[in-house]
DNA sequence: CAAATAGTGTCTCTTAGACAGTATTTG
DNA sequence: CAAATACTGTCTAAGAGACACTATTTG
């Protein structure tokens, strides 16, 4: 928390005396939230969401305005229900972008988030629920607004290093799964392929078998179903 | 960047209309910076830095208010060096604190930030220059104002994680340095003994030698003096 | 049984860490 | 030369990764 009984007397643009209410009187910045919202696609990899505006004629990530008596967090999921229609999202924090001139209208900070969802969580999107949208890969985003890029790979950076170290953090998928479908979802977001075993391996002592047996349609051995391992489960 | 061209009007607090400048009317937060202000002590390791607060009598970390026209980085800068006349400091962003009631007073968020500096930099501290201030261990930071204990925390958890793969990133030392010197900064930094020669190979290849020699007035074999390895050094 | 997929035993190569040696200085 | 500190060669144990083998299912 911030000094605010500590005017600096120094400044002429801060209000003298050391009323509390003085701290009304200073100059505010706007504060946004913009996120990068991902998802994975079978072929491309990692993808982020965009949205088209059309005041500025350039692709832009989803954002909004904080209100008086919400969270960022809140701000976040308020922007991509509004907008897009997508919820139960899980928004990270990343940075705060706070160049003074970063937009010419006003002073506005943005603070800027990370939040992945399942592909399915995005469907309705085609459906002109939000304007026109695109998706692109975290890898080659194209061209954006403002300092957008720099969200983008931040929120690469982000996803990227918390899934080397931990499974599925983000829950794409369910509760249970198979090793072969969370190596699936792994090489997507690495945009890497990884070895059978060697996936395994690395896996085998952050998740926990459920004694479940996959019910599988194709042909081959059926998996063993695992999920992640709670932190309150019995030690060895 | 957000989107303030499109104001939500299903909220009766956003003013209406499509006019840019209606973005002047939408109530904002102040913004504050909040800093962790460390450095190593021979016995105690890692410390912060508080002051004495009297309005609310307790102990907090340096803190202002971000003004019109500067960076947030810039805002703590100023602090730093008007209550304490520290300066040539590296601030790291960390993470806002953004709970709407974290103070009474008014709507406030807090950018959390941590700044290393070298224990000698802090030596005007002791004469009074910023009114009563104590160095306390980050493992043990005492009662402290607000969420600034969450700031502590996050602050050592970053210090600690990048000394652990970087040699002396913050500067502690000079540019040139014997590579006992780098093992007792990192050490103090970790609060941990490390092995002489398993520090020894673990910096190697992050370091380079310089040829010269240490000037010691001390018994034993003179030490070689490395420098950090730049970025644009030939490869191997 | 053939094909397909799941799961495991084992070998090798790399690397972290410890130990003990050599090197260079002061008194 | 003894003591103190800097540096280095080598052994060992643990881990990553690749390969090949076994297991279980469908057609």
């Known amino acids: 928390m911030a000094d605010s009984s500590f005017p600096d007397h120094s400044d002429p643009t801060v209000p003298r005396g050391s009323d509390k209410k003085a701290s009304r009187n200073y100059p505010r910045p706007i504060v946004a939230v913009d996120t990068a919202l991902l998802t994975t696609c079978p072929k491309r990899g990692l993808v982020v969401m965009q949205m088209w505006r059309d005041d500025i004629g350039k692709w832009a990530l989803p954002g909004a305005f904080v209100r008086q008596g919400e969270t960022l967090a809140q701000a976040v999921e308020r922007c991509l229900r509004d907008k897009l229609g997508v919820q139960n999202i899980r928004p990270r924090q990343l940075h705060v972008l706070d160049d003074p001139h970063r937009d010419h209208r006003d002073w506005v900070i943005s603070v800027a988030h990370v939040a992945v969802v399942r592909p399915d969580q995005l469907e ?110 019995a030690a060895p």
């Open 124 to 233: 309705a999107l085609g459906c002109g629920v939000a304007g026109e949208t695109r998706l692109a890969s975290v890898d080659r985003p194209g061209d954006l607004a403002w300092d957008h890029p720099e969200i983008v790979r931040r929120a690469k950076t982000d996803v990227r290093e918390r899934y080397e170290t931990h499974p599925d953090p983000d829950r794409l998928l369910g509760p249970r799964f198979t090793l072969t479908e969370l190596r699936g979802v792994h090489e997507a977001v690495a945009g890497e392929q990884f070895g059978r075993d060697r996936f395994r391996r690395a896996m085998e002592d952050k998740v926990e078998g459920t004694g479940m047996i996959e019910e599988t349609g194709a042909r081959g051995r059926p998996a063993e179903l695992f999920r992640r391992k709670s932190l309150t489960s």
